[in-house]
């Protein structure tokens, strides 16, 4: 914790890399000087962003206050649900085996396939003609 009583961490999810400061409050989420429900529109991005809250019991605990840079809004809510259980962790160490069991602090290393010379796609082929 810094000497304003804030917990720095990076979360990162595909091409997205979220930088994410915590600190005791009302639960208010601001993503890139914005509120989250103008931010993530979908309830589906807001509801993945409160999951770490929401396993350690402590939903409207925290304040979140975060800049989040590449990628698109699904990779950007799962590097910001990233960021936001690794700040925990460091603000609260005991709550690390809860957030471990959920598989939060796990960097999710799925990303898009490269494409490949000869190809439509990374694997899609281009169709098939006999004459």
């Avoid at 840079?69 to 950007?76: A, P, R, V």
């Avoid at 809510?77 to 005991?94: D, M, Q, Y």
Wanted: hydrophobic residues 35%; positive net charge; glycine residues 12%.
């Amino acid at each position: 914790m810094d000497s304003k009583g804030r917990s720095y961490a990076t979360g990162k999810r595909k091409n997205a890399i979220a930088r994410v400061w915590i600190k005791a409050g009302t639960g208010k989420v601001i993503v890139n000087g914005r509120e989250s429900n103008d931010y993530f529109a979908r309830p589906v991005l807001r509801m993945i962003i409160q999951q770490p809250f929401g396993a350690a019991n402590r939903s409207g605990q925290y304040d979140v206050w975060c800049t989040i840079k590449g990628g698109g809004l699904s990779g950007q809510a799962g590097a910001l649900r990233h960021g936001i259980s690794r700040a925990l962790t460091f603000f609260e160490p005991e709550l690390r085996p809860v957030l471990k069991a959920g598989g939060f602090l796990t960097r999710d290393s799925r990303v898009v396939e490269r494409k490949k010379y000869g190809l439509a796609k990374a694997r899609r082929r281009f169709q098939f003609s006999k004459r």
